[in-house]
């Protein structure tokens, strides 16, 4: 078995009670590797994610941690391979961020739970690792949701396991936070060479993120592999397929509306804008065709029209079109149909 192989899976069955949610599955996690679990509410990501850290027990087949079976794993051993920080917000009291952060070092003191300088400079390893130095004598009350899960994740690192599994690490961040966390897995996975498997919805992160998917769809389908070739071979679009939107191998985005049905415009241009533009023409209702009659230009000072009239900004193109070609009528048309 490979040295660099953590964690893999035999003819995995996993849900609850009688009930199978998906199975059989047979995965892999490899050192240095960061992992996204994706799937629609209520595929069973959390089910196999609580499966994988022995928190669940499977319908049928195996886990194994290197060459050992998950349920063969002494506790004291298994927090020593394997950490996880699950969805759930914790309520630590009026603990400080590095007493937190010190509780990871739990399966590696003695009774008394004392710390020696080696663990110390572990918890200072895993704070500097994830930017949480500057508020270790904070309490968890006073902390944003993107510091605390910063912690929690600073915590996880403590405890020193080749395997870190989260679920849903994102779920209460704005934004930014979300970035940032994403960057933050991708950077520790290549540092640190742990397996790093997270859950969750940010699809377009993930996309960007991951060095390999797992998609489990809401029927118990899976698969996986290379984020790219998922998207390339239609994977992706058919794990997350639902009426009112479509996924867009081109771009790698979802389309809020149906294939546009309205006049048809030429687009040229290879900037930002032509993108941005083409996201605005689509939305109302405009087809882009090369041999259409009328055409736009996208350059770096703006936008021509047929090459005859010329406008700065998106807002002012969409005007002009809508006046110019009378097209208004027709994209309220299309709005009514939509709604």
């Known amino acids: 078995m490979s040295a660099n192989l953590l964690l893999h899976t035999r003819h995995l069955s996993i849900g609850y009670g009688n ?40 319908l049928e087949g195996d886990v194994y941690l290197g060459d050992k079976r998950l349920p063969h794993i002494p506790p004291t051993e298994l927090a020593k391979k394997l950490s996880l920080v699950l969805t759930e917000r914790v309520e630590a009291g009026h603990l400080t961020v590095g007493e937190l952060v010190a509780l990871g070092r739990t399966p590696y003191t003695n009774w008394l739970g004392s710390l020696t300088s080696a663990d110390q400079e572990r918890v200072q390893w895993a704070l500097a690792l994830t930017g949480t130095q500057s508020f270790i004598n904070r309490r968890l009350p006073q902390l944003s949701d993107g510091e605390r899960q910063k912690v929690m994740l600073a915590r996880a690192l403590a405890q ?134 009328h055409s736009v230009q996208v350059t770096d000072e703006g936008w021509f029209i047929d090459e005859q009239t010329f406008v700065t900004s998106i807002h002012d193109l969409l005007q002009e079109l809508s006046n110019r070609y009378s097209y208004r009528t027709d994209n309220e048309d299309l709005h009514k149909k939509r709604r």
């Open 19 to 58: 009930h199978r949610v998906a199975g059989p599955l047979s995965v892999q996690l490899k050192a240095g590797q960061l992992v996204c679990l994706l799937g629609p509410n209520g595929a069973g990501k959390s089910t196999l994610m609580r499966t994988l850290s022995g928190l669940q027990n499977a």
């Open 160 to 293: 020193d396991t080749d395997l870190i599994l989260l679920d849903e690490p994102t779920a209460h961040l704005d934004l930014p936070s979300r970035v940032e966390l994403m960057r933050l897995l991708h950077e520790l996975a290549r540092q640190t060479r742990k397996a790093i498997l997270l859950s969750t919805h940010e699809l377009d992160l993930a996309l960007q993120a991951a060095d390999e998917l797992w998609l489990l769809g809401a029927k118990g389908e899976f698969e996986h592999g290379v984020p790219e070739d998922l998207v390339l071979n239609g994977s992706f679009e058919r794990t997350f397929a639902a009426s009112g939107f479509a996924f867009d191998r081109t771009t790698g985005t979802f389309q809020m509306y149906p294939a546009p049905t309205g006049p048809a415009l030429g687009l040229q241009g290879n900037s930002a804008a032509y993108f941005w533009t083409r996201r605005a023409l689509s939305r109302e209702g405009y087809q882009i065709q090369a041999s259409a009659r």
